[in-house]
Protein backbone atom coordinates (compact mmCIF):
# COMPACT_ATOMS: atom_id res chain seq x y z
CA UNK A 1 0.00 0.00 0.00
CA UNK A 2 0.87 3.58 -0.82
CA UNK A 3 1.07 6.35 1.54
CA UNK A 4 1.26 9.74 0.55
CA UNK A 5 1.74 13.11 2.16
CA UNK A 6 -0.37 15.63 0.54
CA UNK A 7 -1.41 19.18 0.85
CA UNK A 8 -4.59 19.84 -0.48
CA UNK A 9 -5.30 23.26 -2.33
CA UNK A 10 -7.76 25.40 -2.97
CA UNK A 11 -6.51 29.25 -3.52
CA UNK A 12 -5.29 30.48 0.18
CA UNK A 13 -6.52 27.04 1.96
CA UNK A 14 -4.15 24.45 2.48
CA UNK A 15 -5.31 21.07 3.87
CA UNK A 16 -2.46 18.65 4.82
CA UNK A 17 -3.57 14.69 4.29
CA UNK A 18 -2.36 11.64 4.52
CA UNK A 19 -3.53 9.44 1.94
CA UNK A 20 -3.30 5.36 1.87
CA UNK A 21 -3.84 4.01 -1.57
CA UNK A 22 -4.08 0.32 -2.02
CA UNK A 23 -3.09 -1.48 -5.37
CA UNK A 24 -6.86 -1.44 -6.33
CA UNK A 25 -9.75 0.54 -4.95
CA UNK A 26 -13.30 1.22 -5.80
CA UNK A 27 -13.99 4.62 -4.06
CA UNK A 28 -12.46 7.08 -1.63
CA UNK A 29 -13.07 7.75 2.39
CA UNK A 30 -12.06 11.06 4.42
CA UNK A 31 -11.13 10.47 7.76
CA UNK A 32 -12.25 13.71 10.23
CA UNK A 33 -10.49 13.97 13.97
CA UNK A 34 -12.56 15.51 17.11
CA UNK A 35 -11.86 18.60 18.51
CA UNK A 36 -8.26 18.72 19.84
CA UNK A 37 -7.33 15.54 17.30
CA UNK A 38 -5.18 15.28 14.44
CA UNK A 39 -4.96 13.35 11.47
CA UNK A 40 -2.09 10.60 12.63
CA UNK A 41 -4.81 9.89 15.57
CA UNK A 42 -7.32 8.56 13.30
CA UNK A 43 -4.63 6.66 10.88
CA UNK A 44 -5.43 3.38 12.20
CA UNK A 45 -8.81 4.30 11.19
CA UNK A 46 -7.92 4.98 7.97
CA UNK A 47 -5.50 1.89 7.57
CA UNK A 48 -8.18 -0.34 8.58
CA UNK A 49 -10.11 1.06 5.97
CA UNK A 50 -8.23 1.34 3.30
CA UNK A 51 -7.54 -2.37 3.72
CA UNK A 52 -10.77 -3.15 2.25
CA UNK A 53 -10.02 -1.38 -1.03
CA UNK A 54 -10.68 2.15 -0.68
CA UNK A 55 -8.31 5.16 -0.97
CA UNK A 56 -8.33 6.46 2.21
CA UNK A 57 -7.74 10.40 3.35
CA UNK A 58 -6.93 11.84 6.92
CA UNK A 59 -6.86 15.29 7.25
CA UNK A 60 -5.65 18.31 9.86
CA UNK A 61 -8.60 20.95 10.28
CA UNK A 62 -7.93 24.17 11.07
CA UNK A 63 -6.42 24.78 14.18
CA UNK A 64 -5.08 21.16 14.55
CA UNK A 65 -2.09 19.20 13.65
CA UNK A 66 -0.12 21.09 10.43
CA UNK A 67 -3.15 23.16 9.40
CA UNK A 68 -1.81 26.32 8.83
CA UNK A 69 -4.97 28.43 9.92
CA UNK A 70 -6.48 28.76 13.32
CA UNK A 71 -9.71 27.80 14.30
CA UNK A 72 -12.51 29.57 13.22
CA UNK A 73 -16.38 29.31 12.09
CA UNK A 74 -15.28 28.00 8.03
CA UNK A 75 -14.08 24.22 9.73
CA UNK A 76 -16.40 22.60 7.06
CA UNK A 77 -14.32 24.30 3.86
CA UNK A 78 -11.56 22.32 5.08
CA UNK A 79 -13.45 18.92 4.77
CA UNK A 80 -15.61 20.27 1.80
CA UNK A 81 -12.04 21.05 -0.14
CA UNK A 82 -11.07 17.72 0.58
CA UNK A 83 -14.13 15.58 -0.81
CA UNK A 84 -13.57 17.95 -3.48
CA UNK A 85 -10.02 16.61 -4.40
CA UNK A 86 -10.93 13.20 -3.25
CA UNK A 87 -14.25 13.20 -6.10
CA UNK A 88 -11.44 11.94 -8.86
CA UNK A 89 -11.23 8.42 -6.94
CA UNK A 90 -15.29 8.04 -7.26
CA UNK A 91 -17.84 8.26 -4.75
CA UNK A 92 -16.74 9.75 -1.38
CA UNK A 93 -17.60 8.91 2.13
CA UNK A 94 -16.68 11.28 5.00
CA UNK A 95 -16.06 9.44 8.54
CA UNK A 96 -15.77 11.92 11.59
CA UNK A 97 -15.44 11.70 15.24
CA UNK A 98 -17.16 13.73 17.33
CA UNK A 99 -16.68 17.73 15.56
CA UNK A 100 -15.61 15.66 12.51
CA UNK A 101 -18.75 13.67 12.69
CA UNK A 102 -20.59 16.60 12.82
CA UNK A 103 -18.85 17.79 9.73
CA UNK A 104 -19.16 15.02 7.99
CA UNK A 105 -22.88 14.24 8.59
CA UNK A 106 -23.12 18.16 7.17
CA UNK A 107 -21.13 18.04 4.16
CA UNK A 108 -21.36 16.97 0.56
CA UNK A 109 -19.96 13.71 0.63
CA UNK A 110 -21.52 11.07 -1.03
CA UNK A 111 -21.71 8.82 2.01
CA UNK A 112 -21.32 9.84 5.36
CA UNK A 113 -19.97 8.00 8.84
CA UNK A 114 -20.70 9.96 12.13
CA UNK A 115 -18.37 8.33 15.21
CA UNK A 116 -20.06 10.18 18.43
CA UNK A 117 -20.69 12.96 16.40
CA UNK A 118 -21.07 16.04 17.76
CA UNK A 119 -24.75 17.10 17.13
CA UNK A 120 -26.01 19.01 19.84
CA UNK A 121 -26.32 22.56 19.63
CA UNK A 122 -25.39 23.11 23.37
CA UNK A 123 -23.43 21.25 26.01
CA UNK A 124 -23.44 21.22 29.90
CA UNK A 125 -21.09 23.36 31.84
CA UNK A 126 -19.60 19.96 32.84
CA UNK A 127 -18.87 18.75 29.36
CA UNK A 128 -17.75 21.90 28.52
CA UNK A 129 -15.41 21.94 31.49
CA UNK A 130 -14.17 18.82 30.45
CA UNK A 131 -13.98 19.31 26.99
CA UNK A 132 -11.37 22.24 28.16
CA UNK A 133 -9.72 21.00 29.88
CA UNK A 134 -9.24 17.83 28.19
CA UNK A 135 -8.39 19.17 24.57
CA UNK A 136 -8.41 23.10 24.20
CA UNK A 137 -4.56 22.81 24.91
CA UNK A 138 -4.05 20.81 21.42
CA UNK A 139 -6.26 23.64 19.71
CA UNK A 140 -4.41 27.08 17.96
CA UNK A 141 -7.42 29.48 18.24
CA UNK A 142 -7.20 33.43 18.72
CA UNK A 143 -11.02 34.20 20.40
CA UNK A 144 -12.76 31.29 18.67
CA UNK A 145 -14.97 28.87 21.42
CA UNK A 146 -15.49 25.60 20.52
CA UNK A 147 -18.89 25.57 21.62
CA UNK A 148 -20.09 29.12 20.11
CA UNK A 149 -19.24 27.12 16.53
CA UNK A 150 -21.24 24.32 17.09
CA UNK A 151 -23.94 26.24 18.17
CA UNK A 152 -23.53 28.20 14.51
CA UNK A 153 -22.72 25.12 12.49
CA UNK A 154 -25.74 24.34 10.41
CA UNK A 155 -27.77 20.85 12.32
CA UNK A 156 -27.80 17.90 10.66
CA UNK A 157 -31.01 17.31 9.04
CA UNK A 158 -31.84 13.44 8.40
CA UNK A 159 -31.17 12.12 5.25
CA UNK A 160 -31.32 8.44 3.80
CA UNK A 161 -29.57 5.61 3.86
CA UNK A 162 -26.71 7.32 3.18
CA UNK A 163 -26.32 7.87 7.07
CA UNK A 164 -24.55 5.57 9.73
CA UNK A 165 -24.10 6.59 13.31
CA UNK A 166 -22.26 5.00 16.30
CA UNK A 167 -21.88 6.03 19.73
CA UNK A 168 -20.41 4.44 22.74
CA UNK A 169 -21.76 3.09 25.72
CA UNK A 170 -20.05 5.52 28.02
CA UNK A 171 -19.87 8.83 25.63
CA UNK A 172 -20.70 12.19 26.51
CA UNK A 173 -24.48 12.41 27.75
CA UNK A 174 -25.40 14.82 25.43
CA UNK A 175 -23.88 12.60 22.62
CA UNK A 176 -25.98 9.23 23.69
CA UNK A 177 -29.24 11.45 24.25
CA UNK A 178 -29.46 13.00 20.41
CA UNK A 179 -28.39 9.23 19.53
CA UNK A 180 -31.01 7.90 20.96
CA UNK A 181 -33.53 10.64 19.49
CA UNK A 182 -32.35 9.92 15.79
CA UNK A 183 -32.61 6.24 16.47
CA UNK A 184 -36.07 6.61 17.16
CA UNK A 185 -36.51 8.72 13.62
CA UNK A 186 -34.78 5.61 11.94
CA UNK A 187 -31.56 6.76 11.41
CA UNK A 188 -28.98 3.09 11.45
CA UNK A 189 -27.13 3.68 15.06
CA UNK A 190 -24.94 1.37 16.57
CA UNK A 191 -23.57 1.20 20.01
CA UNK A 192 -20.28 0.76 21.09
CA UNK A 193 -20.15 -1.31 24.41
CA UNK A 194 -17.81 0.05 26.97
CA UNK A 195 -16.38 2.84 24.15
CA UNK A 196 -16.11 6.47 25.47
CA UNK A 197 -16.29 9.24 23.67
CA UNK A 198 -12.38 9.94 23.06
CA UNK A 199 -11.56 6.23 22.38
CA UNK A 200 -14.36 4.87 20.06
CA UNK A 201 -12.39 5.21 16.94
CA UNK A 202 -10.04 2.74 18.00
CA UNK A 203 -12.36 -0.17 19.19
CA UNK A 204 -12.20 -3.26 16.83
CA UNK A 205 -16.03 -3.50 16.56
CA UNK A 206 -15.94 0.12 15.45
CA UNK A 207 -13.66 -0.84 12.48
CA UNK A 208 -15.81 -4.11 11.64
CA UNK A 209 -19.15 -1.51 11.73
CA UNK A 210 -17.55 0.97 9.68
CA UNK A 211 -15.87 -1.84 6.77
CA UNK A 212 -19.41 -3.12 6.72
CA UNK A 213 -21.20 -0.12 6.52
CA UNK A 214 -18.80 1.27 3.49
CA UNK A 215 -18.71 -2.24 1.62
CA UNK A 216 -22.42 -2.52 1.43
CA UNK A 217 -22.86 1.78 0.37
CA UNK A 218 -19.90 0.45 -2.36
CA UNK A 219 -21.80 -2.95 -3.89
Not at 184 to 197: C, K, M, P, R, T
Amino acid sequence: MEIERKIINNGDLNVPCAILKPAEYVGAVLVVHGYGGFKEETLGLAWRIAEQGFITGAIDLRGHGEHPMELDENLLLDLETSISYFKQFGKVTAIGHSLGGRLSLISSADYAIGIAPALNKTYSSQTQELIEEMRDYRVRKSNSNIFDILNNLPQYQIKDDKVFILHGSRDIPEIISECNKLKSEGIDIVQINEALHGDIFLFEPTFKAVNDKIKEWYK
